[in-house]
């Protein structure tokens, strides 16, 4: 079975500062992965998905994230937050070689992250 | 706003009631999720359709639980006789089915707070 483990409740950094979310995951097979954020009372909005080529995905509002095989990871980051990232970040996965059929993705728990001015 | 839609955003029901929640997906979108959250949880996959069709259902509906897609356009989601446990956000998505690696996209969910 397919798992995400998203091991900070919370991230906090200052304005101004790169941020990173950390994610890992298990999987078998080799995995598509996305991160999406959840802002208050919203649903989720797609930020970037990794699913072959080039391990650095970049995405929406100056995100990006790195896919490392080896350590089963796919760490969110930013060079430079902004106030307004403060929100709540869950990376999910799904297997690649079962995607055409039921198998649907699998969230993390979700990291709060909290940008002070 | 041509994005996911749910309906209603909130609502607060007896226990024991039925309850439906609405969907309407991204229009070109031929594949529907629901999904359901709870507070300090990631989204949890529920069941969804291709087309008309319903594919897969996960362990967690129960059979109070039914999902529908008569159209394969919108879909509902109906609890019956609802209980506290079922109080949580439920968050339907839609994709196009071209790739396996479409992302979908999510509506703002209904909050279901049972009482």
């Known amino acids: 079975a397919q798992s995400v483990a998203q091991p900070e409740d919370q991230v906090n950094v200052a304005e101004g500062n790169p941020l990173t979310v950390k994610c890992t995951y298990s999987?078998?097979?080799?995995?598509?992965l996305f991160w999406y954020v959840q802002y208050p009372n919203r649903g989720l909005q797609f930020l970037l998905k990794y699913i072959t080529g080039d391990n650095l995905v970049k995405g929406s509002y100056g995100f990006e994230a790195e896919f490392n095989k080896s350590q089963t990871s796919f760490h969110l980051k930013k060079p430079s937050a902004l106030v307004s990232d403060s929100a709540l970040y869950f990376c999910?996965?799904?297997?690649?070689?079962?995607?055409?059929?039921?198998?649907?993705?699998?969230f993390g728990s979700g990291t709060q992250l909290t940008v002070l001015p | 706003d041509t994005g996911v839609s749910q309906n209603p955003r909130h609502k607060i029901t007896k226990r024991g009631q039925n309850v439906t929640f609405r969907c309407d997906p991204i229009s070109e979108h031929n594949r529907l999720y629901w999904y359901r959250q709870t507070l300090g949880q990631g989204p949890e996959f529920l069941t969804y359709?291709?087309?008309?069709?319903?594919?897969?259902k996960s362990r967690l509906l129960s059979d109070r639980f039914s999902a529908e897609r008569p159209k394969g356009s919108f879909s509902t989601l109906e609890i019956q006789r609802t209980e506290q446990g079922d109080s949580a956000m439920y968050l339907c998505?839609?994709?196009?089915?071209?790739?396996?690696?479409?992302?979908?996209?999510f509506g703002q969910g209904t909050r279901l707070t049972v009482v």
């Open positions: 998505a839609s994709s196009l089915f071209e790739t396996s690696n479409t992302e979908a996209f």
């Open positions: 999987v078998s097979g080799n995995p598509y």
């Open positions: 359709f291709q087309n008309e069709a319903q594919l897969e």
């Open positions: 999910a996965v799904r297997p690649s070689h079962l995607a055409g059929s039921a198998r649907q993705l699998t």
